[in-house]
């Protein structure tokens, strides 16, 4: 099973500022395989980025991924409150894929 | 835009099966054209996959449930089943249901529904 290593735990930063967050693979996930998913309290995870680096439909381009193999990162521009949410990575390269602990990001 | 629902009963007593349904609406989980899936959430935890399925019958399950749970597809009702057994205190999560975007298993979530909490208590 590849396990997925999120950090940091948590994030807080001021509006306007922009996020780093990392996803560490224990083996390599081919074909980029990875997705980036936004949980607000209370509701269903949402897509933002999958293979690794393309936007979902309707996702602001504030958002943007990348990395290969064993390491990925989702970058988040320009802060804002509605950023507010714990984003969790996904490899679906091995089936049924598993998930980071996810990062909390806050808002100063 | 598919919708999908789950439903079920909010308390298990321990050692007993959950079961769980999820409705999908406008789309239908005999296409051949995606897989679907169950993924769990422990209060004030992270994300947990279960296992997906696709039409025919294919399954993969995560290693940690494999021995307990059963996933299939109701083709009459267009609905989705999660069937775990001898369910203890570490099964109480909120359980959602989800389309992969492709016929693969290796394809990510586009569409999830709201989840149920299901407790696990006598």
């Known amino acids: 099973e590849i396990v997925l290593t999120q950090s940091p735990g948590t994030l807080s930063l001021s509006p306007g500022e922009s996020a780093t967050l990392s996803c560490r693979a224990s083996q390599t996930v081919g074909a980029g395989y990875l997705a980036w998913y936004q949980q607000k309290p209370g509701q269903a995870p949402r897509l933002l980025i999958y293979?690794?680096?393309i936007r979902a439909a309707g996702v602001p381009d504030r958002f943007s991924g990348g990395g290969s193999r064993t390491d990925f990162t989702l970058t988040i521009n320009r802060l804002e409150g509605e950023d507010v949410a714990v984003y969790y990575c996904q490899q679906y390269d091995t089936s049924p894929g598993t998930f980071g602990r996810g990062t909390k990001v806050d808002i100063k | 835009q598919p919708q999908l629902q789950e439903s079920g009963p909010g308390l298990v007593k321990p050692s007993e099966t959950l079961s769980l349904t999820c409705t999908v609406s406008?789309?239908?989980?005999?296409?051949?054209?995606?897989?679907w899936g169950w993924i769990r959430q422990p209060p004030g935890k992270g994300l947990e996959s279960i296992g997906n399925v696709f039409y025919g019958g294919t399954t993969y399950y995560s290693a940690s449930l494999k021995s307990r749970v059963t996933i299939s597809v109701d083709k009459s009702q267009n609905q989705l089943s999660l069937k775990l057994r001898s369910v203890t205190a570490a099964d109480t999560a909120v359980y959602y249901c989800?389309?992969?975007?492709?016929?693969?298993?290796?394809?990510?979530?586009?569409?999830w529904g709201q989840g149920v909490l299901v407790t696990v208590s006598s």
């Open positions: 989800a389309r992969h975007w492709r016929a693969s298993p290796r394809s990510h979530f586009d569409y």
């Open positions: 293979d690794a680096s």
């Open positions: 406008g789309g239908s989980v005999t296409s051949q054209n995606y897989y």
